[in-house]
Structure formats: C-alpha cells, structure tokens
C-alpha cells in the first residue's frame, strides 16, 4: 500500500527496493527471529521495542536469534513495513512475491499471516553494516490530487465541496478503495458513461455521491465518473490514513505532480548514495 515505505525499509538493509517485506495493518504484533540479520522498520510509528528496548523507525538495526520485536498500536500512521535483509522468502508469482487476499494467491498460502506462522529470509547479498538511520517523510497534510476525465461533470458546488471539506474514511475501506464519508458530490452531466480503464489513486463517485478512492489492490476498470487522481507522489501518504481518521484534498497541476515525483525519487537517490558511503 504504501510503496515509499517499503522502499526506504529495504534501502536501509540492503536489499532491492521491491524485495519481500512485511506489511503490518495497524498492530499491535510481536515477531520472533530465530535467526541473526539485518533489519529495519519504516511506515507508522508504532512505538516498536527490541528485547523491550525502544526501537525507532527508519533505523537499520543487527537482531540475534531469539531476538523479538513488538510493535504497539501506531502512534501515528496505519501500517508499518518491517524490512530483513534478503527479503522475505516467499514464492514469485506472476513475477511478484505480494499477497493478493481477494484472489488468495502469492505470498503466504494467498492469506494474511497468522499467529504461529514462519517466514523464511532469503540469503542477503550485502554483509552486515554498522546501524544508520534516515529521516523519513513526514506523514499528514492534504493529499494532492489532478482533475479527473470527468471533473467538469460535476457542478461548481460539488467541486468546491471536494476540495473544502474533510473527508472520513469509513470502516468499509480496504486494499481495494477506501470509501469516504462527506457531501454527497452530484454529477450534473446526465450522459451515460462506459466502461474504463482503472488504476490506483483514482477517485470515482457512485451515484449515491459518496467518493471512493481507489487502492493498491483496485480492479483494472470500473463505470463510475472519475472526478480526481491522487497523485503517484502522495499515495503512500494516503496508505497511511487509518479508518476512521479524515483527509483532504488538494488541487495540482500536471506540472507539480511532476515536480513532486521527482523529488521523492531524488530523496530515494540521496538516500540510497548516503547509505552506501556509510
């Protein structure tokens, strides 16, 4: 869900940006490693412990055998991405080693991980390093977004209702879309719409008005109008609303979002040439 978070978790311990980690859905959870390695944790602040010791996030840290770590409920935040050098070692599925739940494949058995469970880690290719921290991006702030193919079907008090008030994530939410609850944004436009094309971060309005904001699991197309588009930059910000907490919208150019994809890969390259000098 929240990509940057993972990224950065696995810059810190050495492994490719895309390898294997654990993604944790608001805890509290408690893991045992029965091996020694390399680890680190990013995402929500969850007020980890090592042996009982703080443990702070965005910090690569050496665990022994027998070593756990305990996360509580997230300080701030919803999910926390813990990184073991090597990556988790789980089947390649259709070139991916994620979990897809609704389908019920990949990663453990297709399912969410289970008390009891054990997760192999693969051979890490980069030997143990000394500990080093980052500064992560802070979470919060409005989530910005760009016109959608059907932003002018709304009228002008439903585009202005979009931007000006807060929006509550409903419990309904899930990998798929989190639905939003707020003024219902009416479509003036009466045309039929057809079926489109999907993806991540666009936000379509059924009929009843209510917005839903498509997720890291979304399906490939839909018929709904689509009014906005998070954009690829703040998407991991929106991974780590939890249900229940509000958002807000922010309009960007094409322009901006850009420019804000540019510098997150920018903080990624600095990161990761800091960490090799280290």
Request: aromatic share 6%; with cysteine; hydrophobic share 45%.
């Amino acid at each position: 869900m929240d990509r940057l978070s993972l990224m950065i978790g696995n810059e810190l311990v050495g492994n490719a940006v895309d390898a294997a980690a654990l993604e944790l859905c608001l805890p509290p959870a408690s893991i045992r490693f029965d091996a020694a390695g390399s680890i680190a944790l990013s995402g929500a602040d969850c007020a980890a412990r090592l042996d009982g010791r703080p443990l702070g996030i965005g910090r690569r840290v050496e665990v022994q055998a027998g070593t756990t770590v305990e996360l509580a409920a997230a300080v701030s935040g919803a999910r926390a991405y813990l990184c073991v050098a090597g990556g988790i070692d789980v089947p390649v599925i259709l070139g991916s080693r994620s979990t897809d739940l609704q389908a019920r494949m990949g990663g453990l058995e297709g399912r969410m991980i289970r008390r009891g469970d054990v997760l192999g880690v693969l051979a890490s290719t980069t030997p143990p390093l000394p500990s080093a921290g980052v500064f992560l991006p802070k979470i919060g702030g409005p989530i910005r977004v760009m016109a959608g193919p059907e932003f002018e079907d709304f009228g002008p008090d439903a585009r202005n209702a979009f931007f000006e008030s807060s929006w509550r994530v409903t419990p309904q939410s899930n990998r798929m879309g989190y639905r939003l609850e707020g003024p219902k944004l009416l479509r003036q436009a009466t045309h039929e719409m057809k079926s489109h094309a999907v993806f991540p971060g666009i936000i379509q309005v059924p009929p009843g008005g209510a917005p839903i904001v498509l997720m890291a699991d979304a399906h490939a197309t839909g018929g709904y109008p689509r009014i906005a588009t998070v954009i690829a930059a703040d998407q991991w910000q929106l991974a780590q609303v939890a249900p229940g907490a509000s958002i807000q919208f922010a309009m960007c150019s094409r322009a901006a979002a850009i420019l804000a994809w540019q510098e997150q890969q920018a903080y990624l390259q600095a990161l990761r040439n800091s960490l090799r000098a280290h």
